[in-house]
């Protein structure tokens, strides 16, 4: 069966940088986008951006450009999130979601499990 | 960058009544690109809707979507206790693929 897992819950000085793993299992990793997702506590989904786990190929959003980098790994079917010189303001859950297109059609079904970034000193 | 704007903030209704939702663009998003999801406190999102119409895998029946241009809709024919959860909208149009603020359905 399809699973995404996400490695543990992190915190983190203001300043640091977190590293989220997310580990693919029950299809071919290469063949499915990875999107990146945050959620402030007690509030929406914010897009991060999304890494072809083929080619390696990135598209961040704007807000996080500079700050976050997306990367894989094949050989162990893991997609990676870092984000860096990190606020309280990132305090968040951070999701993977694999997302594809069929016949045009573009749909996300697969999600983590979530990890929760606390940002604190 | 597409904003999406759901209303309402928030919807309280009994079970058994039906729920409309409505999530309208800032400029017009392609029907293939429009999905919906459902968030649980503590959970991920579960996708509902694709395609705009088209109902994810296990998705009941009483749940459908529809629209096209900028006004999009998700539709809860009969309510159910399981369906009082948030509700978002996303566009995979152009990047970046943003997100609904969200609806909040809630027991009446």
């Known amino acids: 069966q399809v699973q995404l897992v996400q490695s543990g819950a992190e915190v983190k000085r203001p300043g640091a940088s977190v590293k989220v793993s997310c580990k693919a299992s029950?299809?071919?990793?290469?063949?499915?986008?990875i999107q990146w997702v945050r959620q402030a506590p007690g509030q929406g989904l914010e897009w991060m951006g999304w890494?072809?786990?083929?080619?390696?190929?990135?598209n961040y959003a704007q807000k996080f450009r500079g700050r976050v980098t997306m990367t894989r790994d094949t050989s162990v079917s893991t997609a990676y999130m870092e984000l860096t010189r990190l606020t309280s303001d990132d305090t968040a859950v951070f999701y993977c979601?694999?997302?594809?297109?069929?016949?045009?059609?573009?749909?996300?079904?697969?999600w983590g499990q979530g990890t929760l970034v606390t940002v604190s000193s | 960058e597409i904003v999406l704007t759901q209303s309402p903030g928030t919807l309280s209704l009994s079970p058994g009544e039906r729920a409309t939702l409505s999530c309208r663009a800032s400029?017009?998003?392609?029907?293939?690109?429009l999905v919906w999801y459902q968030q649980k406190p503590g959970q991920a999102p579960r996708l509902l809707m694709y395609?705009?119409?088209s109902r994810a895998t296990g998705i009941p029946d009483r749940f459908s979507g529809s629209g096209s241009g900028t006004d999009f809709t998700l539709t809860i024919s009969r309510l159910e206790p399981e369906d009082f959860a948030v509700y978002y909208c996303?566009?995979?149009?152009?990047?970046?693929?943003?997100f609904g603020q969200g609806t909040k359905l809630e027991i009446k």
């Open positions: 979601a694999r997302f594809f297109d069929i016949r045009g059609v573009v749909l996300s079904d697969y």
């Open positions: 029950g299809y071919t990793f290469t063949d499915y986008y």
């Open positions: 890494i072809n786990p083929k080619s390696g190929a990135t």
């Open positions: 400029q017009t998003v392609t029907s293939a690109y």
């Open positions: 395609g705009t119409s």
């Open positions: 996303q566009h995979y149009g152009t990047t970046p693929y943003t």
